[in-house]
DNA sequence: TCATAATGAGACATGGATGTCTCTTAATGA
DNA sequence: TCATTAAGAGACATCCATGTCTCATTATGA
């Protein structure tokens, strides 16, 4: 049935969230499901995690698509990338950790495409400082908004506060305008 | 022997810091020792990855004591803690995954302790913005330093490049100043 | 109502990592 | 030189998560 396996990824994306090697059967009973259940619809482990990390994925690149990224000025867009990630890359992060052992690069990259065009074309734009490799540039912002939305996930802040954090450290830095 | 416990901390560093759940028999063989023998030194995994934590955390703390933060203005402390940290913060990055699974609290606020009163006197001298709890300054802030001392354990970027960009993130932002 | 498919419960096998033990060999130091 | 200590090698035992299988029960739809 299509909601079990639903129930099963949103559950497997809980409990990964918390705990990136939780076994099996904590993911069965967190969704209200039978081990052997979960099994039917996930026939190896790495089965089901590559199925967390492949709605994980959809929904963050239907975020952004959904976001029109291209229409905004650079920094609107960073500021909208953010929102979306905390607003839709819970099953992400989930698998994150572990992504190079069962996820194709190549849809890794369908994630990453979006933001790194933004951040090319803040560059070109002279919106975003030139003086830092973009490679360098993206590995900095995604960490910033992977914390953030640990932060929300772990409850140490609402996602309003994350999202206005993160936006305000990358964009601007922490240190006072003077 | 002396030497024998160091070549196991060491191996165990360099091999948790890319596989955090590398088996214990990897880690005899990158130090080049029997397994037995590291069991001898450490009976069990957790004692492995406690050991690890003490020494990684001593030589960060270290580290921060011998920078004199204190005498610098919070900008240049700031500057001189992501230094210290990507010099001294391998041992370190390879538990800070689990650290909560068997490192004392305490012991990791040991660490975190100078860099938040580095951000405390920031934030009352007007260096570093206000606008931002002081939490969530120190999550953003630690997630910089782990990203940037990741892209250096994997070889991505050089140290300098690595402290760098994490300097200029952190304090002044990813917007092009005017 | 009846047939089919999905689920739950649980027994069972397997494999890999942890941890224990013994015996032999090599260092080290008095 | 000799005694003591550390180390290497490798055989076990054990635990736990994964994965398989069966059987009874429940849902669903024609």
């Given at each position: 049935m299509q909601?079990?396996?639903?129930?099963?990824?949103?559950?497997?994306?809980r409990?990964?969230?918390?705990?990136?090697?939780?076994?099996?059967?904590?993911?069965?009973?967190?969704?209200?499901?039978?081990?052997?259940?979960?099994?039917?619809?996930?026939?190896?482990?790495?089965?089901?995690?590559?199925?967390?990390?492949?709605?994980?994925?959809?929904?963050?690149?239907a975020g952004?698509?959904?976001?029109?990224?291209d229409?905004?000025?650079?920094?609107?867009?960073?500021?909208?990338?953010?929102?979306?990630?905390?607003?839709?890359?819970?099953?992400?992060?989930?698998?994150?950790?572990h992504?190079?052992?069962?996820?194709?690069?190549?849809?890794?990259?369908?994630?990453?495409?979006?933001?790194?065009?933004?951040?090319?074309?803040?560059?070109?734009?002279?919106?975003?400082?030139?003086d830092?490799?973009?490679?360098?540039?993206?590995?900095l912002?995604?960490?910033?908004?992977?914390?953030?939305?640990?932060l929300?996930?772990?409850?140490?802040?609402?996602?309003?506060?994350?999202?206005?954090?993160?936006?305000?450290?990358?964009?601007?830095?922490?240190r006072?305008?003077?």
């Amino acid at each position: 049935m299509q909601r079990t396996r639903s129930a099963i990824l949103d559950a497997a994306a809980r409990v990964l969230g918390r705990r990136p090697d939780a076994a099996l059967a904590e993911i069965a009973e967190e969704a209200g499901v039978g081990r052997a259940t979960l099994y039917r619809h996930f026939p190896t482990r790495e089965s089901l995690l590559s199925g967390v990390a492949e709605v994980g994925i959809a929904e963050l690149v239907a975020g952004f698509a959904a976001a029109n990224l291209d229409e905004l000025p650079a920094d609107r867009a960073i500021t909208r990338i953010i929102a979306v990630f905390l607003r839709n890359g819970a099953k992400y992060a989930a698998v994150i950790r572990h992504a190079d052992q069962y996820c194709d690069p190549a849809d890794i990259e369908r994630t990453a495409k979006p933001v790194r065009e933004v951040l090319t074309r803040g560059v070109r734009d002279q919106v975003l400082r030139a003086d830092l490799r973009e490679d360098t540039l993206f590995a900095l912002f995604s960490a910033i908004l992977e914390r953030a939305l640990r932060l929300t996930i772990d409850e140490a802040t609402t996602p309003e506060e994350a999202t206005e954090a993160a936006v305000t450290i990358f964009l601007d830095g922490a240190r006072k305008p003077r």
